[in-house]
């Protein structure tokens, strides 16, 4: 049974045309005009561009004591109602457990998913257990992306000397590094004051957490990283000291990649203060939300390509969650939802209002990060040979967000209230229609993992600090004698 998308314009991050798409067995088969399929999918005023793909999902993840609220099942729903058709999750070893044995957690969790998915692997501890499974998790489980928690004193972060060792490993092995960056011990010691002055409520959870925290942790990483030789992502960028330390690290030739949310994006710091508790606290993340200042560096920075990818870090608590940190707010769930908000917000906030092009929304959403994952074109293209993970989105549909009517399994919505114009008309899973305005057509299981290889030697760093500075022995004479 072939399928065809038919009147569209196809936005790629590159080109924009008027062609239909053919697609069979998951595939798309053929681009041109005038195509004929069994199945017709009528594209007329919508743009047909590659399904997003969100990079930084935690799906019913065991995180400050609970799990995350979205499993595969809501999580996945969620995404494709939005336009998006692929997530990366992020498999979290126990302490001392071995990455192969927590991945098998993972694939188990995955198998309800309904739109094919992948996994970034964190390193929450160091020893040679995980210096030995490294490589069959990049060779032979396609997991070639590595997360450090720079932050969560105690629990998943790890030091400079374990991040050292590791981006180092990660770098001979051609794997990526991951960090969220910020200072965990300034975090631990700015949180213990604060709640010994008797801030509790959920807006100190924003004092203990300033840019400058996050700003020193990009730095940190990313010169570890060119001491180690490996290409470095910061995953939820949401400050300009820390874009600032990314856009100098791209313009001295360094591979490093800034990923802002699309939360950050277009929610600020006055969600913490003068609100009720449950408000508030449904809106504690890490990092927390900013000031105009900061949301107009990163608008700027997807403008000039300094960041590359808007993500969610989707890591969705109920209110009932949220309030386990009455009282102590550091014992509120970190995360907010935003899986199936992403695409329809970035594209009123950012096309809509033109920031970015409709070509330069296609680039932040899904290309660029799937080349960064080395899984392009399978994904992110709209190409023969290419999955037909696709989205027929039309630009004049509106709705406005409620989390009575959403996917997602909490009982609140970040963006409650806000009006969207720009949703999908089809969002499409390897040729399989998800989603036909609005009504819910998603398969329990019908993804698949995306195995994604190491880029090798190709994608180093391109530091010339280990030339420069590389170890050699000097032939001296006149050497003083010792002990005079
Ligand atoms: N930040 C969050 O807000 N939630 C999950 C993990 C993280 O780093
Ligand atoms: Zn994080
Ligand atoms: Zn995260
Ligand atoms: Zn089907």
Known sequence: MTKVIKNGTIITHDLTYKADVLIDGGKIIEIGPDLQGDEQLDATGCYVMPGGIDPHTHLE????????TDNFESGTRAALSG?????VDFVLPGQGQGLVDAMKTWHNKSTLASCDYSYHMAVTWWGEKVFDEMPTVINDHGINTFKHFMAYKGALMVNDDEMYASFSRLGELGGIALVHAENGDVVAELSAKLLAAGNTGPEAHAYSRPAQV???ATNRAIMIADM???PLYVVHTSCEESHEAIRRARQQGKR???EPLIQHLTLDESEY?????DHAARRVMSPPFRNKQHQDSLWAGLQAGSLSVVATDHCAFTTEQKRYGVGDFTKI???TGGLEDRMP?????????GRLTPNEFVAVTSTNIAKILNCYPRKGAVLVGADADLVVWDPEKEKTIQASAQQSAIDYNVFEGQTVKGLPRFTLTRGHVAVHDGEMRTQEGHGEFVKRAGNGATNKALSSWKELTAPRPVERTGIPATGV
Do not use: I
């Not at 993840?61 to 995350?68: A, C, I, L, Q």
């Not at 203060?273 to 508790?277: E, G, H, I, P």
């Open 61 to 68: 993840m065991p995180f400050m004591g609970t799990y995350s």
């Open 83 to 87: 336009g998006t058709t692929m997530v």
């Open 214 to 216: 996050e700003g020193e």
């Open 228 to 230: 180690a030789g490996v």
């Open 256 to 258: 490093v990649w800034g």
């Open 273 to 277: 203060f003068n609100k009720d508790w």
């Open 333 to 335: 769930p970190n995360g």
């Open 345 to 353: 917000m970035l594209w009123t906030h950012g096309v809509a209002t």
